[in-house]
C-alpha cells in the first residue's frame, strides 16, 4: 500500500474540546523550527510565560506549559504535591473530579471523596464538613469548570475553605481558562493546570500549569522523590525556571509552543474580561436558540459554563444518529454525554474563537432542521430568530 498525505476535512468543532483552531495560531506553526536552546527560542519561553501569567491572573513564577495535554498537567500536580500516606480530599462532580481520585491513589495517598451530583457544582458546605472530620488532609483538589457536564464550581470560595483548614488546593481549569472568570492569585490558589484547545483555541498537547510559592516550597520540601521522572517540577525548573541556565530536559515541542504563543498573543489582543463577556453572550445567543426548540440545560442558572452547555436529549430521539446527522450533513461535531450522562446528553461547547455567532447559528439551525427531520416534536423554525433576538441589532 503506498499511503498518501493525509488531508482532513474542515469541520467545525463544537464539542468539549479540541475547539476550532484559529487560523493565525495554525500558520504560527508552520514556522521554521529552531533549536530548543536557540536565544531566540528562549526569548519566546520568557514571553509566553508572561502571557501564561496574564492568562492565569498571577505573579507565579513557576508557570509554564507542560509538553503533554491537560492530562499531565493534572499528573504533574499531583505527583509534584501529593506524596504517600498524604491525605487529600477531593470533589467529585463529573468525570475529571474521578480522575484526580485515581492520581491521588496512584500517588500512594488516600483520598477523602466529596461528592456532588452531576450537573451540579461543588457544595462548599459539604468540602467543610469533610475538612472537620479529616484534619489529617493536606491538600484538597477540584474541577473549576467540569467538562462533562458544563458545571462551574465556586473556586475562590472553595479555595478559601481549603486555606482555612490549612490546605494547598489543586485546581483544574482545563475548560475554564480564557473562558470564565479566573483569578489565580486573588482567589489563591496553589495549583492550577489547563490545556491548549479548549477556550485558548490552540491546537491540543500542551497544558499551562502554574504553582504560587506556597506549592513550590512544598514540592522543595518533599521527603519522597517524585516518582514520575518527566513531571519532576524539581527537574523541570532546570528548563523553565527563571533565571535558569536552560539545562536540557527534554526537547520542547517547538513549533506546538510557536501555536501556544500566538493563541496567548491573541487572548491579549482581545482582553481577558472581553474573552470572558464575549463566551457569555454568545452561550445567551446559543440558550435562546435552544430553548426556542424547547431544549433544556441540565446545569441550574447560576453554575452554567458559557463554554460548555449539556443539553437534555428530548424523549424517543436516537442522540447519536442526530450527531452523526450533524457531523455528515453539516460538518459540525457536537459531544455525547460522558458516564451517568451517556445517551441523556449533548455538550455543546462555545470555546475560544468557537464562541461566535456563525458557529451559534449553523449549530441552531442544523439542529432543528436534524430534529425535525427525526420526527421529533421539537419547536422547529423558531431558534436561529431568538438567538438573533439576542444579538440585538
Ligand atoms: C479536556 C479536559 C482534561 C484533559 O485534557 P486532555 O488535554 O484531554 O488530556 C482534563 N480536565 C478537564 C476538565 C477537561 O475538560
Redesign the pocket.
Known sequence: MTAKSFHPPVRTLMG??PSDVNPRVLAAMARPTIGHLDPVFVDMMDEMKGLLQYAFQTENQLTLPVS???????EMCFVNLVEPGDTVVVCIN???GG?MKENVERCGATAVVVEDEWGKPVDPGKLEEALKAHPEAGVVAF?H????TGACSDAKALTEIAHRHDCLVIV????GLGGVELRVDDWGIDAI?S????CLSCT??L?PVSFSERAVARIKGRSHKVQSWFLDLNLVMGYWGSGTKRAYHHTAPINALYALHESLVILQEEGLENAWARHRAHHEALKAGLESMGLNLIVPRDSRLPQLNAVSVPAGVDEAAVRKALLDDYGLEIGAGLGPLAGKVWRIGLMGFGANRKNVLLCLGALENTLAGQGTDVRAGGAVAAAMAVYGA
Not at 68 to 74: Q, T
Not at 145 to 148: D, P
Open positions: 468539549p474540546g503533554a495535554p491537560g492530562s499531565a498537567g493534572m463529573g468525570v475529571f480522575r474541577v469548570a467540569e467538562t462533562s483544574d481549569s482545563v475548560t493546570y490545556g491548549s484547545q479548549k491540543p498537547g497544558s
